[in-house]
């Protein structure tokens, strides 16, 4: 599994950078046959960005805020 940090995509001056970076770590994953997780996803932009290029799993405050592991459990392990 390859876990990425959205701080490619943060606000600075180069947004285009960090998505060829994003996309190219993906592709090489795939290629590898590994899986892809990227954490620190914020907005629903972000998220339409990973999912179109292909993120298997995507983490962060856009879905929940941390929460104590009952708390998941009761409200998502039903």
């Known amino acids: 599994v390859v876990k990425i ?6 606000k600075n001056q ?3 950078r960090g998505k060829t970076i994003l996309q190219t770590i993906i592709t090489l994953s795939k290629q590898l046959g590994m899986n892809v997780v990227t954490e620190g996803v914020e907005t629903e932009e972000q998220l339409r960005f ?6 298997d799993i995507i983490q962060g405050y856009y879905f929940s805020k ?3 592991v009952e ?3 009761a409200n998502y392990m039903a």
């Open 50 to 55: 990973l999912t179109q290029m292909g993120c």
């Open 5 to 10: 940090d959205m701080g490619f995509l943060r």
């Open 71 to 73: 708390q998941f459990e």
């Open 14 to 16: 180069d947004t285009e």
């Open 66 to 68: 941390p929460i104590p």
